[in-house]
């Protein structure tokens, strides 16, 4: 007999615990600079501080774009496993996140071209792991951004998961400002539209 | 609906459990990143001078010469059978090279699994991990395949014994363990050496801890399951080329080019095996009480001795110039020692009388070629004392 696998985490159970992650104390909020500095100084403290405040954003939107949580989880731990390897080499005076974000959704554009030419499993008989199985509004925006190319995904991601500025978008994703306005015009119209038939439905 | 506002009510699936993973992972790779070798640079150059001075004299001396009478063999060994027969054990043999990946039976039958590569047997036998390009997975022993992940830069697949619950991979520099049947894939720690992960032998479900080398030269043992370390060597053995656990876990072999390290459980060194040449390959014998160890110089040599007695028990059992690999056999009677540079298998009997047998034209039976630097099918393992039955 095949060995059994180790339970893997349900998807619509983690979906359906989608409050705030939890808090770890109460203590002093620091701002991301001081943070940094203190990473960069040695302070494992502040280096979880960094790592609790900017993962699960980071999480969920390569989870977005890629619509696959285990790669997700790859994405955004490779992404910040480069972060923390620059770390000495990241301009201070400018925000962490766009920082951040940007090669999360650059790995996750990546990954989702390079995703028709792998197989993830041959043996159909065996279950897929933790099939995302999203519930409620959800399911229905999984469902409504699949239906956009990776690149409009990645641009709507940013703009209303990560809040970036169309500037910053640009920038990110070394596109035109005008193409940037243009992919979320789109995206954002083709999700909409998306949403109003599942209500319809 | 509005879809700016349900786009920020989205959350992924296992938000917390992917959190926790990913701090074990970057905790990892901040702790590696800590600057830690710098200062031990310069007394290595130091030292690597004292050592090729101790191993010229070492080869000039006295024992030098017993050494040199060793060496009966140096082109192969003579009267060697044309062609692989039977087995001088039960078990199965698993090989890659250039032809693929070979399940070679006790009678001498061979079966080609595929075009796979980096191969290695469950505990039992039943299973096979291999790698192909970006792909790992898991096959019968008749060459189905179980599952597949694709993953880029993989390598070096192994089961955890004794339940083949897990197996634990390389993706370039970060280390994988997927559940034994492919489901539940996810990182465990980065940066990495390109030295195989060893699973130290524990209960069927547990704890899986498993032994890896860094970039730096840094043996961790870590538990799979929490991501706690257990133990971590002081960093700085370079070229760290192989990990392997005795069956009871209670010794962890550490190859380095110069020297064979034990390991108690805990993580300190209870021996240092410094043969005065290159470590080239070492393994303990199924029941863990022997260790056998494959060194170089003028010429190569393969030694047996107790791991509780340390270098003082190790005796010699086989030399040549050019052998590369070792694997015991399931019963612990024989090793296999393959030399590319003959074309052969060399079967060394290291219980009761000594015995050698040979098997040439090995490369050919098995799709490769003869060269010493690569290319000739490489021993994968030999499994298993009870094979199960039907395979």
């Known amino acids: ?87 000495d080499q990241f301009d201070r005076r400018r925000p962490f996140a766009p920082w951040l974000g940007a090669i999360v959704v650059n790995r ?92 319809r439905a | 609906m509005n879809a700016k506002r349900a786009l920020s009510r989205v959350r992924a699936p296992d938000e917390t459990g992917a959190e926790q993973r990913a701090w074990v992972v970057i905790h990892t790779a901040y702790q590696e990143g800590l600057p830690a070798s710098s200062r031990r640079v310069r007394w290595r150059f130091a030292v690597l001078p004292v050592l090729v001075a101790v191993a010229g004299a070492v080869a000039l001396s006295p024992a030098g010469a017993t050494l040199a009478r060793w060496v009966k063999h140096t082109l192969g060994v003579p009267h060697a059978s044309s062609a692989l027969f039977s087995l001088p054990a039960p078990g199965r ?50 060459g189905t395949v179980m599952w597949e992940l694709a993953r880029p830069a993989v390598s070096k697949p192994r089961w955890y014994p004794p339940s083949g619950f897990r197996v634990a991979y390389l993706s370039g520099d970060t280390l994988r363990v997927v559940a034994g049947d492919g489901s539940g894939d996810r990182a465990l720690a980065t940066g990495i050496a390109a030295v195989a992960p060893a699973w130290r032998p524990g209960r069927a479900d547990g704890p899986y801890e498993l032994a890896y080398a860094t970039r730096v030269g840094q043996v961790v043992v870590r538990n799979a399951s929490t991501g706690r370390p257990a133990w971590m060597a002081r960093p700085g053995l370079k070229h760290i080329r192989e990990l392997a656990w005795s069956a009871d876990g209670s010794h962890l072999l550490v190859l380095t080019p110069t020297r064979a390290l034990l390991y108690s459980q805990n993580g300190r060194v209870t021996a240092t095996f410094s043969p005065g040449g290159p ?25 047996v001795g107790s791991v509780s007695s340390g270098a003082s028990s190790l005796r010699p059992v086989f030399s040549g110039s050019g052998l590369r690999q070792l694997a015991w056999s399931p019963n612990g009677r024989w090793l296999l020692v393959s030399w590319p540079v003959a074309d052969q298998w060399v079967f060394a009997r290291v219980v009761g009388a000594p015995r050698i047998a040979a098997v040439s034209h090995i490369a050919g039976q098995f799709g490769g070629r003869v060269s010493p630097g690569g290319g000739f099918p490489r021993l994968d393992g030999w499994c298993c004392q009870r094979w199960p039955t039907g395979q």
């Open chain 2, 279 to 303: 470590t080239l390959d070492g393994s303990f014998s199924p029941d863990g009480r022997q260790l056998a160890l494959l060194t170089g110089g003028a010429v190569d040599r393969v030694e």
């Open chain 2, 93 to 142: 043999v698993l090989v890659s090279g250039p032809g693929g990946t070979w399940n070679i039976a006790a009678d001498g039958s061979a079966r080609r699994l595929g075009s796979w590569s980096d191969a290695s047997w469950s505990p039992h036998g039943l299973y096979i991990a291999a790698v192909r390009g970006d792909h790992v997975a898991a096959l019968n022993p008749h």
């Open chain 1, 108 to 199: 996750a554009i990546d990954w989702a071209r390079a995703r028709a030419a792998r197989r993830e499993s041959v043996d159909r008989t065996l279950e897929p792991v933790a099939a995302p199985d999203a519930g409620g509004y959800s399911h229905e925006v999984l469902a409504a951004l699949a239906s956009l190319s990776p690149e409009h995904r990645a641009v709507v991601v940013l703009r209303y998961l990560l809040e970036y500025t169309p500037g910053e978008i640009a920038q990110a994703l070394e596109l035109p400002r005008g193409t940037v306005n243009s992919r979320l015009r789109r995206g954002l119209d083709a999700l909409e539209h998306r949403l109003r038939e599942g209500e």
């Open chain 1, 1 to 87: 007999m095949f060995p059994p696998a180790e339970p893997v985490p349900v998807a619509a159970e983690a979906l359906a615990a989608s409050g705030p992650l939890p808090r770890r104390g109460v203590r002093r909020v620091r701002g991301e600079r001081a943070l940094i500095r203190g990473a960069l100084a040695g302070s494992e403290a502040d280096l979880e501080e960094l790592f609790r405040r900017f993962w699960p954003r980071a999480y969920r939107a390569a989870y977005l774009i890629v619509h696959d949580h285990a790669a997700a989880e790859d994405i955004a731990q490779e992404a910040f496993v480069r972060a923390v390897r620059h770390l």
